[in-house]
């Protein structure tokens, strides 16, 4: 995207799969919103409507994968995987090998990736962690009369470019904000390693155009704001889908971003919140001592406002948060339990929830799709609060409990796509919205 960027092309950028972190450096590198497209917790419909209505300006799309090429919801299907999502699109793939430790054997495994799904177009491979120029050659030679796919570079093993990581992936672009030089340095080893003009010349051209349903809300035209959302977003919380807040403001929601880090008041005249997910044991003593803002949230949700938390942003509506340092952070206390930090992985994986009554979020009955990702789990659960959310997911997950409702606050530990039941979110909205009422009479 670096290398793309600096030729002066217009890149469009998207993530396969349910990942936030490798969006927010997409938006550093190219300065446009990147978008998740998935295959198992959206439509395909909605899938090509997204990728047709942010590439329509676009000299150029790049798409990353998710894992391996094929990898995805399960082991028996395409579903989800980055392979599933280039035949949806109609894209070809650059295939980028890990050649460190490797030689001939790549060839081996190049044959295995064509041959597994002959539906897909190959615009080339690209050798990563390559030991030296000789090494290269190696492995070039090795693809003659063995292979199709042409090899379209290869870049050397260099420690200096790299991007920090940690247990939920690689830092974030608010921990590690990849500076002017970084880019620059990133563009130029593309531009010396690759061979650009022969894979721009071999990409077929995008499909765009105006959308065939009125499926995706994210393609109409925004409503006149009705609502004020408060969005949390600083440091600890930054894991957001940006269908997420888009489809809430198409549905009338006027976003107003905050920091429950510095932030000693919340913004003026809300009439809902929103935590998304993030990192907030990293930052729990900032979050504990702005006490101010935590009594805030607590007193809104006594009043009824509509407040919805997932992941981090519901860790940040419990109690205590218990951290791998030894110590007790209090939090907002709008559910009468606490959560506990790990040392190890507590659940990964796909969700679809059933909601089991009328709530914030939707009507009974209604389904929606998301992720789970976390190295924390709740306890001392009070048994008197009400799950909201039947869940479904891999591996025998079904009809689990989940979703927690006190007043009007909602919290969980997953991450939904309102993608996945736009409704969600106009009935999020239509909360807040009598929320408003409320309050505008009792100022009467």
């Known amino acids: 995207m670096a290398a793309l960027k600096k030729r002066g092309l217009n890149v469009a950028p998207f993530k396969v799969g349910p990942g936030f972190i490798d969006p927010g450096h997409h938006f550093r590198v190219t300065g446009k ?15 090509l409507e997204c990728f047709r ?16 090429l094929f990898d995805g ?32 054997s790549v060839a081996a495994l190049i044959r295995g990736f064509e041959e597994f799904d002959k539906g897909l177009s190959f615009a080339g491979v690209v050798f990563n962690n390559v030991g030296s120029s000789k090494h290269l050659q190696y492995l070039k030679d090795s693809l003659e009369g063995n292979v199709k796919m042409p090899c379209v570079g290869g870049i050397y093993h260099d420690r200096e470019i ?5 247990y939920l992936g690689l830092a974030t672009l608010h921990d590690h904000r990849l500076s002017d030089k970084d880019i620059d340095r990133l563009a130029n080893v593309v531009e010396k390693n690759m061979d650009i003009d022969k894979l721009l010349e071999s990409l077929p051209d995008m499909k765009t155009g105006k959308p065939k349903s009125d499926e995706v809300p994210l393609i109409s035209e925004k ?13 600890a919380f930054c894991f957001y889908y940006r269908d997420n807040l888009d489809i809430l403001e198409t549905f009338g929601a006027e976003l107003v971003y905050f920091s429950p880090i510095k932030d000693g008041c919340l913004p003026e005249n809300l009439d809902g919140i929103y935590f998304g997910g993030g990192y907030p044991e990293l930052f729990a003593s900032q979050l504990s001592n702005n006490s101010e803002l935590r ?18 942003g519901f860790m940040y509506l419990c109690r205590e948060l218990y951290n791998t340092d030894g110590n007790i952070y209090p939090m907002t206390g709008c559910f009468p339990f606490n959560t506990r930090m790990l040392s190890h992985l507590r659940t990964l994986g796909y969700r679809e929830i059933k909601l089991i009554k009328d709530t914030i979020v939707g009507k009974c009955g209604h389904t929606l799709r998301g992720h789970e990702f976390h190295y924390s789990e709740l306890s001392d659960i009070d048994a008197n609060i009400e799950n909201i959310y039947s869940v479904s997911g891999l591996f025998g997950q079904k009809n689990v409990p989940e979703g927690f409702l006190v007043n009007r606050t909602i919290g969980s530990y997953l991450h939904l796509h309102l993608g996945s039941k736009p409704e969600a979110a106009k009935e999020f909205i239509d909360s807040c919205l009598d929320y408003k009422k409320e309050r505008m009479t009792k100022l009467q």
């Not at 209505?53 to 391996?68: F, H, L, Q």
């Not at 409503?223 to 440091?235: E, H, L, S, T």
């Open 162 to 166: 790299t991007i920090p990581k940690r």
């Open 295 to 312: 009594r805030t949230v607590r007193k809104k949700s006594l009043e009824g406002m509509p407040i919805y938390g997932e992941c981090g």
């Open 33 to 47: 919103n990147s978008w998740n497209l998935d295959g198992w917790m959206l439509s395909k419909s909605y899938n």
């Open 53 to 68: 209505k942010y590439s329509e300006n676009a000299d150029v799309s790049v798409v990353e994968g998710v894992m391996g």
């Open 73 to 104: 919801y399960d082991g028996k299907s395409e579903s989800g995987s980055s392979a599933q999502m280039a035949k949806w699109l109609d894209l070809s793939v650059i295939l980028v090998v890990d050649a460190g430790s490797m030689a001939r």
């Open 223 to 235: 409503a006149k704001p009705a609502v004020r959302i408060g969005i949390a977003w600083d440091n």
